[in-house]
């Protein structure tokens, strides 16, 4: 049998690393799903005995974050093009980065899962149409886009040719609306994003673990919930093993 040249190999991005890969993962984990500060987290890492300075954190997530949730969006994109068609919730809301005032642009499905998150400088016709068609071409066609009555979405549709799709409605939207809490919280702790592409790398990692991790436990039993949790911290115990 032959063997692979060694320029062909894939080397583990953790090969230079003198920290044990599970407590990266850990760390990436605790810094993204709840709302700490690198310091916070510098602490409760000494608790368990793990000795990382909060700048050491800081370095784990901005190099490993994109990569676990790449992994994750990989792992379930079948599934999310087969059943997520159905109903698109978008919305947007203003994040300061810097002190200016910026957009966050979010569709989900008609289950709460995360599709995309797209940061813009305008809330205008054009970012709605750059966000659309940067989802339509990740996901596909919706049958239905649940928006608010802002008149961007409008504009933007009409010239995908979706206008028929677009349903608007006082009530209609409250699921992406409700989306943005765990992002707010999670947005105080860190207090300020400094650049734009921080906010963008922020919000499509943290989009990713929330939907692996988010188990709408007010829908299932005890018991059921159980076992979903425990297989998603499985999952995420074999990010990046190989």
Same mark, same amino acid.
């Given at each position: 049998?032959?063997?692979?040249?060694?320029? !062909?190999?894939?080397?583990?991005?953790?090969?230079?690393?003198?920290?044990?890969?599970?407590?990266?993962?850990?760390?990436?984990?605790?810094?993204?799903?709840?709302?700490?500060?690198?310091?916070? +987290?510098?602490?409760?890492?000494? $608790?368990?005995?793990?000795?990382?300075?909060? $700048?050491?954190?800081?370095?784990?997530?901005?190099?490993?974050?994109?990569?676990?949730?790449? $992994?994750?969006?990989?792992?379930?994109?079948? =599934?999310?093009?087969?059943?997520?068609?159905?109903?698109?919730?978008?919305?947007?809301?203003?994040?300061?980065?810097?002190?200016?005032?910026?957009?966050?642009?979010?569709?989900?499905?008609?289950?709460?899962?995360?599709?995309?998150?797209?940061?813009?400088?305008?809330?205008?016709?054009?970012?709605?149409?750059?966000?659309?068609?940067?989802? !339509?071409?990740?996901?596909?066609?919706?049958?239905?886009?649940?928006?608010?009555?802002?008149?961007?979405?409008?504009?933007?549709?009409?010239? +995908?040719?979706?206008?028929?799709? =677009? =349903?608007?409605?006082?009530?209609?939207?409250?699921?992406?609306?409700?989306?943005?809490?765990?992002?707010?919280?999670?947005?105080?702790?860190?207090?300020?994003?400094?650049?734009?592409?921080? +906010? =963008?790398?922020?919000?499509?990692?943290?989009?990713?673990?929330?939907?692996?991790?988010?188990?709408?436990?007010?829908?299932?039993?005890?018991?059921?919930?159980?076992?979903?949790?425990?297989?998603?911290?499985?999952?995420?115990?074999?990010?990046?093993?190989?």
């Amino acid at each position: 049998m032959l063997s692979k040249p060694s320029h !062909m190999i894939k080397q583990s991005p953790f090969k230079y690393f003198k920290t044990r890969l599970e407590v990266i993962r850990l760390a990436v984990m605790l810094y993204i799903r709840f709302p700490l500060s690198l310091r916070n +987290l510098e602490d409760l890492l000494l $608790e368990r005995r793990i000795d990382a300075s909060h $700048e050491a954190v800081r370095y784990w997530w901005n190099r490993f974050g994109p990569m676990f949730a790449a $992994e994750i969006r990989r792992r379930r994109v079948q =599934q999310l093009r087969a059943s997520s068609k159905w109903k698109w919730h978008v919305d947007e809301f203003f994040v300061k980065v810097n002190g200016k005032r910026h957009y966050l642009w979010r569709a989900v499905d008609h289950e709460g899962e995360v599709l995309d998150a797209v940061v813009t400088k305008c809330r205008n016709k054009a970012a709605a149409l750059k966000f659309l068609k940067k989802l !339509m071409k990740r996901r596909g066609k919706a049958e239905n886009v649940v928006t608010d009555r802002f008149a961007s979405y409008r504009a933007a549709l009409r010239e +995908l040719g979706a206008t028929e799709k =677009q =349903q608007t409605g006082r009530w209609l939207n409250y699921r992406v609306e409700n989306s943005h809490l765990p992002f707010r919280r999670r947005e105080r702790a860190v207090q300020c994003f400094r650049r734009m592409r921080s +906010l =963008q790398k922020f919000a499509s990692v943290f989009s990713s673990v929330d939907n692996h991790f988010n188990q709408e436990r007010s829908l299932a039993s005890r018991e059921t919930f159980k076992l979903t949790r425990n297989a998603a911290f499985a999952e995420w115990r074999g990010l990046c093993a190989t």
